[in-house]
């Protein structure tokens, strides 16, 4: 295809002029491929299994189709001494579609990735490549065998491909694996190095890199990320939005070690933070940079979050990844993010993700995150109580902040006006039974007679019922706890139980509009 440069040059690919080693000579019914047959070149050699040659070059696409036009942005790589040309992974007009905004201080805050990617199969149906990647039936017996028996000679200009075949890439594995080979490893490294950023996306080169990452010495996982990084700083970004490259990439930064590694990997993946954050894939990059990295290093990293922590809180994975800057951060750092977060508290109560970011907060239990966050609620209980989400957020409220900020909520939820509504709301009469569990005194008193003077219209709805014998189990339960005084407390409390019990036997059929709008004064000063 017309602007596509081969993968491998066929030229290099060209059987070497040694002896085949002693454990895969001479043909048999299982290696149809003898002696006669090693002068020819690698596509002579497979045209039994109608392998044509080299035609096609790996195809890169968007997420919604091939590169029409096949063009493609290239850039050299001889800065290791190793020639060849790679490609940065975008076609032409992609580099449009990538939207880098600035949050504060000209933080690149917002990466537009949707457009951008590279194929990480390597898909050459009439090349050689593609069909080896097929079924591993197809891979010649020799690909099959172990490599133990080959020499560095018998695996240069092969190694390339044999990753990308299912065989040829457990051979590459095991070899690796067995008595260290300074030579072998070193060829296996440069050939890889060449085509690092294809093979982390291929199905079984990915398995191959991995492994060259465990054996590789310090300087060669340097050059490693300088390849990916130095000529191209998004590429790093898409691989780690890749299924398989997520993993070879957190592979990689898992044997990090010097401070200039650390800082190849942040600088290359701090204009894509939010992108990262808010995928599925990318979030795993994200938290093992936040779990492995010091504060210092992840600080930039944290202060893109910061600024964006609204748009993140609201995603699937972004949630998940704010809980982990927030338990993962501290002084400064935490600060900012907290108060971020804070400000935002009431947009973020009622989404579907972003609630739980809040309970992670008031989860934390620490006085001055749960103060600001419950000052930033205040007035907005009630309508969060008939709210899906931020009814959970008010529950989490009551039962994580102090006995004093719980009763100043339910204090606010019963002086207003519709508080009775509360009781047969499917999402509120959950916050009723979560206030009658903690509180106590005057407050606990008030939310019973809140329920006495609405039994009847309670006993005919669904979850006024249910808020209901809620209570009454909770009192029944509380009373039984101190068993040893159960009969005083019994004589005590005699007249509500039994109360609650006829009121109960009324066969009222009501509507939430039935609900009855009582005097303050009525519920604070009735007695049972």
């Not at 002068?39 to 195809?59: G, H, I, M, N, Y």
């Not at 560095?152 to 190694?159: C, H, N, W």
């Not at 990997?265 to 010091?294: D, T, W, Y």
């Amino acid at each position: 295809m017309e602007g596509f440069r081969c993968f491998l040059d066929t030229a290099s690919l060209r059987i070497p002029q040694s002896p085949l080693p002693e454990c895969m000579s001479g043909s048999s019914s299982q290696n149809p491929i003898g002696e006669s047959h090693f002068d020819q070149t690698l596509e002579a050699a497979f045209s039994r299994l109608k392998v044509s040659s080299f035609c096609r070059q790996p195809q890169l696409s968007r997420f919604d189709g091939d590169c029409s036009n096949g063009s493609v942005i290239k850039y050299p790589t001889n800065d290791h001494g190793l020639g060849g040309e790679n490609f940065i992974p975008f076609c032409n007009d992609e580099l449009q579609s990538l939207n880098l905004n600035s949050g504060g201080n000209g933080v690149p805050s917002h990466l537009g990735l949707q457009n951008c990617w590279v194929q990480s199969d390597i898909d050459c149906s009439n090349g050689f490549v593609s069909n080896l990647n097929q079924h591993s039936d197809n891979s010649p017996h020799w690909l099959q065998a172990s490599l133990n028996g080959w020499s560095v000679a018998d695996l240069r200009g092969r190694v390339a491909f044999l990753a990308t075949d299912q065989d040829g890439c457990r051979c590459l594995q095991r070899a690796m694996e067995a008595v260290p080979n300074k030579e072998l490893i070193d060829l296996i490294f440069l050939e890889v190095l060449e085509h690092v950023a294809t093979l982390m996306l291929d199905p079984h080169g990915n398995y191959v890199v991995q492994k060259l990452v465990e054996v590789c010495s310090e300087e060669q996982r340097t050059q490693m990320l300088l390849m990916l990084t130095k000529k191209n700083d998004l590429q790093l970004i898409c691989i780690s939005l890749d299924t398989r490259g997520t993993r070879s990439v957190q592979k990689l930064l898992k044997y990090v070690t010097t401070k200039e590694q650390i800082t190849l990997i942040m600088r290359a993946l701090s204009p894509g933070v939010v992108a990262l954050s808010k995928n599925s894939n990318g979030q795993h990059v994200i938290e093992h940079c936040l779990e492995h990295f010091s504060v210092q290093d992840n600080e930039h990293l944290l202060h893109v979050v910061a600024n964006n922590c609204c748009g993140i809180a609201k995603d699937k994975s972004g949630c998940c990844v704010l809980q982990k800057c927030v338990e993962h951060s501290n002084g400064k750092n935490r600060e900012r993010l907290v108060a971020a977060i804070t400000a935002k508290a009431i947009v973020l109560a009622v989404d579907r993700y972003g609630n739980y970011v809040l309970q992670h907060l008031l989860g934390l239990r620490m006085p001055q995150i749960t103060e600001n966050l419950l000052r930033q609620l205040r007035g907005s209980y009630m309508s969060l109580s008939c709210n899906k989400y931020g009814s959970n957020v008010v529950e989490k409220c009551l039962l994580d902040s102090g006995e004093e900020q719980s009763s100043q909520i339910i204090f606010e939820l019963l002086t207003n006006r519709n508080v009775s509504m509360l009781l047969l709301h499917p999402f509120g009469n959950y916050v009723i039974q979560t206030a009658l569990s903690v509180s106590k005194g005057v407050y606990h008193d008030a939310l019973f007679n809140l329920v006495q003077l609405n039994s009847h219209v309670m006993r005919g709805n669904y979850y006024g019922q249910k808020c209901f014998f809620s209570l009454l189990f909770n009192v029944t339960l509380v009373g039984m706890q101190g068993f040893v005084h159960w009969s005083s407390w019994i004589g005590a409390n005699l007249r509500g139980i039994v109360s609650l019990l006829v009121s109960c036997s009324y066969g009222y059929k009501a509507s939430v509009s039935d609900a009855i709008v009582f005097d303050m004064r009525e519920i604070f000063t009735l007695k049972l």
